[in-house]
C-alpha cells in the first residue's frame, strides 16, 4: 500500500450537493492527519487537522478510521468557491517529522 | 506578515546551469521543508530539515542540495539543470513536532528548464 493513496477525480458535483473524499494511508502508527486545499496555481493551505475523534468546522467534517486506514472528508452544501484540490496529509514513514502528501483529490462545483 | 518567503517567483535555466531557490522565514520554526510539484500531481518532499545544522533526504533528492546554516534560511541548490526539473517548488516551515501539523508555505517558485 501507498504512504497515502487519494481518487484523483476530479469530482464534478452541483452546488448544495454533499460530496465525501477518502484517503487511505499505510502507517498504522500515524497519530495526526490533515486535509489541505489547493487552489490552482497556488500555495496549500491547511483545511483541517483530523483527530481520533473527527473534526467538524461548518460545513466540512473530517473522521478517521483507524481500523480501515482511512480519513475521509465530507462537505456539506458545496458552494462555487469550494472548488479546488483537496490533498490528505499525513506523517511520514518513520519519522512524524516529514509529512507526505496525497496526489489530491480535485473537486469541481458547478451551477 | 511575510511567513515563508520564496525567490525567485519564476525562472528559466538552460540544461546544465546551475541555480539557488532561496526560501527565508521569520516564525522562528524549526522544521523547514522543500517540495516540489509537477503539473497534476501532488508534492514531492525533496528535502527536509528539523533545525539549523540538520538536513535530510526526502523521497525525490536526486539533482539538488540543501543548507540549514540558520533557522531562518534553507536554501534548496539545482546543480545541473535538467528539463525533469521543470516543476513548481514549494517552501515550507512548521515550528516543530508536538503542534498541530499546520505547513505555512512560501508562494511557490516556477522553474521552467529548456
Known amino acids: 500500500r501507498k504512504e497515502v493513496e487519494q481518487d484523483p477525480g476530479p469530482f464534478n458535483v452541483p452546488e448544495g450537493a454533499t460530496v465525501a473524499f477518502n484517503c487511505t494511508y499505510s502507517n498504522s502508527a500515524s497519530q495526526s492527519f490533515f486535509w489541505y486545499r489547493q487552489d490552482c496555481r497556488k500555495e496549500p493551505k491547511l483545511l483541517m487537522s483530523v483527530y481520533s475523534s473527527g473534526n467538524e468546522d461548518g460545513r466540512f467534517t473530517a473522521q478517521l478510521n483507524r481500523a480501515s486506514q482511512y480519513i475521509s472528508l465530507l462537505i456539506r452544501d458545496s458552494k462555487l468557491s469550494d472548488s479546488a484540490t483537496y490533498l490528505c496529509?499525513?506523517?511520514?514513514?518513520?519519522?512524524?517529522?516529514?509529512?507526505?502528501f496525497g496526489t489530491g483529490t480535485r473537486l469541481q462545483v458547478t451551477l | 506578515n511575510a511567513g515563508v518567503t520564496q525567490t525567485p517567483k519564476f525562472r528559466i535555466l538552460k540544461i546544465g546551469q546551475s541555480m539557488t531557490l532561496q526560501c527565508t522565514q521569520d516564525m522562528n520554526h524549526n522544521y523547514m521543508y522543500w517540495y516540489r510539484q509537477d503539473p497534476g500531481m501532488g508534492l514531492k518532499l525533496i528535502y527536509y530539515?528539523?533545525?539549523?545544522?540538520?538536513?535530510d533526504k526526502g523521497e525525490v533528492p536526486n539533482g539538488y542540495n540543501v543548507s540549514r546554516s540558520t533557522t531562518e534560511d534553507f536554501p534548496l541548490r539545482l546543480e545541473l539543470a535538467a528539463p525533469s526539473q521543470t516543476s513548481v517548488y514549494f517552501c515550507?516551515?512548521?515550528?516543530?513536532?508536538?503542534?498541530?501539523?499546520?505547513?505555512?508555505f512560501g508562494e511557490g517558485s516556477r522553474l521552467t528548464v529548456l
Open positions: 515550507a516551515s512548521r515550528p516543530g513536532q508536538g503542534n498541530t501539523g499546520e505547513l505555512f
Open positions: 530539515s528539523v533545525g539549523a545544522g540538520i538536513t
Open positions: 496529509v499525513v506523517p511520514g514513514t518513520g519519522t512524524a517529522s516529514k509529512l507526505t
